[in-house]
């Protein structure tokens, strides 16, 4: 995890390690599907529900689901999987072209 730094690259700043050589991650997962549409224009009806036509506009806030599993280098039966939901500030709005 980058805890300094003031650019996009990479390689500038400090970096924190998430897991020690012990462990191996298996798999790191990211998921949006649970993320939120609302059609602003029809009284904020839900976009599946009500699908948008031309000059809709539509508020769209992000769910982000990460998921890591990994296990023990030693021990390779012993695994551990742990998620979390994060919802995006930045709420994003459009018009339906």
């Known amino acids: 995890m980058r805890q300094s730094g003031s650019s996009l690259d990479c390689q500038s700043g400090e970096w924190l390690a998430l897991t020690t050589p012990a462990v191996v991650v298996d798999s790191l997962q990211f998921n949006l599907s649970n993320?939120?549409?609302?059609?602003y224009t029809q009284s904020g009806t839900d976009c599946v529900a009500a699908p948008p036509i031309n000059n809709d506009v539509l508020l769209?806030?992000?769910r982000l689901e990460i998921t890591l599993t990994g296990?023990?280098?030693q021990k390779a039966v012993l695994t551990q999987s742990?998620?979390?939901f994060l919802m995006v500030?930045?709420?994003v709005v459009e018009r339906v072209p």
């Open 89 to 91: 500030r930045n709420v």
């Open 82 to 84: 742990d998620g979390l």
């Open 35 to 39: 993320s939120l549409c609302l059609n």
């Open 71 to 73: 296990h023990l280098r």
């Open 60 to 62: 769209r806030n992000h």
